[in-house]
């Protein structure tokens, strides 16, 4: 936020809702994947909506003009998508490391968007709790 602040930026925060993430257990039974499915979608949903809240209040406390906005599909390709269509100057994005080798480097999702994306992309390391 600080460098959109510095720069007279607008700000988007993209929340992707990656319906395809949610793999059920084998065990579950269609009428039971139904309901499971709605109540991790709720979740998913939620969480994005939450994310989105708190970067509202980060960029209002700070002067900055900002749009949250959730979409559904692919991480990297929303995101990817997303930046091209609203002319972004950056993509800045966190990493959480969760898949493969490329783990101990970028996310899977980062990873996809620094390798593809057309504007630079700011990678910022997620910190620790202290």
Do not use: C
């Amino acid at each position: 936020m600080e460098l959109a602040k510095i720069m007279g930026a607008k700000v988007y925060a993209l929340y992707v809702l990656n319906k395809d993430a949610y793999v059920p257990s084998v065990l579950e039974t269609p009428i039971h994947l139904g309901s499971s499915w709605n109540v991790m979608e709720e979740m998913l949903r939620q969480e994005g909506n939450d994310a989105i809240q708190y970067a509202k209040k980060v960029a209002k406390d700070k002067g900055i003009d900002y749009e949250g906005v959730v979409v559904e599909g692919d991480p990297a390709s929303a995101i990817l998508e997303f930046a091209e269509q609203n002319k972004a100057d950056i993509i800045i994005m966190g990493t959480l490391g969760k898949g493969g080798l490329e783990r101990f480097l970028l996310g899977s999702v980062t990873y996809k968007v620094v390798r593809h994306s057309k504007v630079p992309v700011l990678v910022v390391k997620k910190q620790k709790p202290n």
